[in-house]
């Protein structure tokens, strides 16, 4: 019923490494915000010293910092999603592969409910998985929607805005539903 002690330590080696990977994540976001902040700051600082100059040079900066900030933060964000996925994954599986051996010592009267449990663990997998995949999209569609404008085309729209939109408004295909819910 229990986990081999060679299923542990695998499971224990990925879990490290999942937490290596979280940590050089945040290293290279970390990095990364420094590099965006340092080169901004010698961008302005060659500039003219006059105060007209600055004035002028600071939207055009401040939106350059913010834009790439949010794609920073952003792709980090893409990662530690899918770094929680691959995680829970791992658990998964070392609870699945207890409830494959509880199915064998279990009586049959009580093998229905272990193996409810198991396609519960399972559905629960693929709507994390589906969940995780629509956020990195919605992450995306921010970061589509935080580029600079485009010419305006003769429709009055954007090509990039109008792609996106059309994006945003199209639904995700439903996915069917094993029970109804039902409501008092």
Not at 24 to 52: H, I, V, Y
Request: hydrophobic residues 40%; negative net charge.
């Amino acid at each position: 019923m229990y986990l081999s002690s060679q299923e542990i330590q695998s499971s224990r080696i990925a879990s490290l490494g999942h937490l290596q990977q979280a940590a050089g994540l945040c290293f290279d976001t970390t990095a990364r915000f420094s590099d965006l902040l340092l080169n901004e700051g010698r961008t302005l600082l060659r500039q003219d010293w006059q105060e007209d100059v600055w004035l002028q040079a600071w939207p055009q900066s401040s939106s350059r910092m913010f834009q790439a900030s949010c794609q920073i933060v952003g792709e980090a964000h893409q990662g530690l999603l899918y770094l929680a996925e691959h995680q829970v994954r791992l658990f998964d599986a070392a609870l699945c592969k207890t409830l494959e051996r509880l199915i064998r010592i279990t009586p049959p009267e009580a093998e229905p409910a272990v193996i409810a449990s198991r396609v519960a663990v399972e559905q629960a997998e693929v709507a994390l998985h589906d969940l995780t995949e629509q956020a990195c999209r919605n992450i995306e569609l921010a970061e589509q929607l935080l580029q600079p404008p485009a010419p305006v085309a003769a429709s009055g729209t954007t090509p990039a805005s109008a792609a996106v939109i059309a994006s945003a408004i199209t639904p995700a295909p439903a996915k069917p539903r094993s029970r109804k819910r039902q409501t008092d």
